[in-house]
């Protein structure tokens, strides 16, 4: 199976995501040792109910065409809209961050009562579509999630959904062992239902708990 290791590159990508939300975002990439690479934040006391981190500024939701699990077209915004949305990229390779992230958020959705849950989508956006067939994607997704949303599809148009949410993303390179270099942002960020823009950020590492406690609030719509 592929895996990722760590690079360079992740240093000057993380740095590119900070400044893209003003210091708000970290970027860490998957590596086969376990870690993670974020760049440094300072995060001010917010007047909000999340335990996220409030964004300074709210970012559209991405214009962003994909395929789904079952084979057929997804877009993006005409889907989610009003809906609360919680948006990852990342690929099922990823032996650490990628599945401890969309495992967290799982349980945490478990956890909502039946009526709040579908008022909230989940959505992991494949960083290597290459290998995350929809067959693969569902089957990845079904052991943490069996509502989840995956899309997978044109590279490109990955990249620059993502990189409108200050995101950066490589494309994924086959080194000579065989294994697979795949550097993503790890971020998650959460959409309010009643603007469809991102208000909350939740970094790499965010607990369990966190996603619990805020998960309700974004059911509801509450403001940031």
Not at 18 to 28: G, K, N, P, R, V
Not at 49 to 55: E, I, N, R, S
Request: hydrophobic share 35%; proline share 5%.
């Amino acid at each position: 199976m592929p895996r990722t290791t760590r690079t360079a590159r992740t240093t000057r990508l993380a740095g590119a995501a900070a400044l893209a939300l003003a210091a708000a975002l970290t970027l860490s990439a998957c590596g086969s040792s376990g870690g993670s690479t974020a760049a440094k934040v300072t995060r001010q006391k917010e007047d909000t109910p999340y335990q996220g981190t409030k964004l300074a500024k709210n970012f559209e939701k991405p214009d962003l065409q994909l395929t789904d699990t079952s084979g057929q077209p997804f877009d993006l915004r005409q889907r989610t809209n009003g809906k609360a949305t919680l948006l990852f990229f990342g690929y099922t390779s990823c032996p650490d961050v990628c599945p401890t992230t969309m495992g967290d958020i799982g349980v945490a959705m478990k956890a909502l009562p039946a009526e709040d849950r579908q008022k909230v989508d989940v959505v992991f956006v494949s960083t290597d579509p290459q290998r995350d067939t929809p067959q693969v994607l569902r089957t990845w997704l079904d052991s943490m999630g069996t509502d989840f949303i995956g899309l997978t599809g044109d590279l490109a148009k990955v990249k620059t959904a993502a990189k409108s949410l200050g995101i950066m993303i490589e494309d994924p390179v086959v080194n000579a062992d065989g294994t697979v270099t795949s550097t993503h942002g790890a971020q998650v960020l959460a959409f309010l239902p009643s603007d469809d823009k991102a208000h909350v950020l939740y970094m790499s590492g965010t607990e369990e708990k966190t996603y619990e406690h805020d998960l309700p609030l974004l059911a509801k719509g509450v403001a940031a």
